[in-house]
């Protein structure tokens, strides 16, 4: 395992040899000390499926459904989980890079030690997401996106493009926003009490607190 810091979230993260790990194309009922390499799974049903300290690169899951089970000391790089739905999975001690979750819906997953790295979640819906230890979002595309009952405080999103997200009921405490864009988030202010912002980003929180008290600005 390594340690890598996101802000003042540090996550403990896998540290794959490939040389211990074995090369395989089939899916079962679970993975462990895995390497996979470009395999297609699209449409697949997943039921209470395990995978444990493999490495996933170029692999397809879009338009999948994986209901419970778990990835525990997962890399996953340049994989498809677009379409996918993902019900009572839990994330744990992952990294997952330059992946993308388009249209993904996430809905009971609970999430401790986990990096997106450059991943995409544009359109995805997360309902009832939790974190139980250090989670961040780094270099990701979240615009569009539903965050809804999510519990996910202490949460590092650093340069991360928010754009359209909208957020219902979240608890986001403690999290760290420095370095993404907030044009066009869609949030009640409560929302984001206890973020953490930077100067520039002022100016965004400004309009969103106009829209959401409905002030009417004029210079006369």
């Given at each position: ?141 979240l ?13 590092a999103m ?23 864009r907030l044009h ?12 953490t ?12 607190a ?10 006369d």
């Amino acid at each position: 395992m390594r340690t890598t810091t996101i802000g003042d979230v540090r996550i403990l993260l896998p540290d794959l040899d490939p040389d211990d790990l074995d090369s395989v194309t089939e899916l079962g009922d679970g993975l462990t000390d895995a390497l996979v390499e470009g395999a297609s799974w699209h449409g697949v049903q997943l039921e209470d499926c395990r995978l444990r300290s493999s490495r996933i690169t170029g692999g397809d899951l879009s338009g999948s459904t994986w209901e419970a089970g778990s990835l525990y000391g997962c890399e996953i790089t340049r994989t498809d989980f677009s379409g996918a739905t993902l019900t009572g999975i839990t994330i744990d001690r992952c990294a997952i890079t330059g992946s993308r979750f388009t249209g993904t819906r996430l809905t009971d997953v609970r999430l401790k030690d986990v990096l997106f790295d450059g991943c995409r979640f544009d359109y995805a819906t997360f309902q009832r997401v939790t974190a139980a230890g250090s989670v961040a979002f780094t270099d990701c595309t979240l615009t569009n996106a539903t965050w809804s009952t999510c519990r996910l405080p202490g949460l590092a999103m650093r340069a991360c493009d928010l754009a359209g997200l909208e957020l219902d009921s979240c608890h986001l405490d403690g999290t760290d926003l420095r370095g993404s864009r907030l044009h066009g988030l869609r949030t009640p202010l409560d929302n984001l009490h206890g973020v953490t912002l930077t100067e520039d980003q002022l100016p965004d929180l400004t309009q969103l607190a106009v829209d959401a008290l409905g002030l009417a600005v004029r210079n006369d």
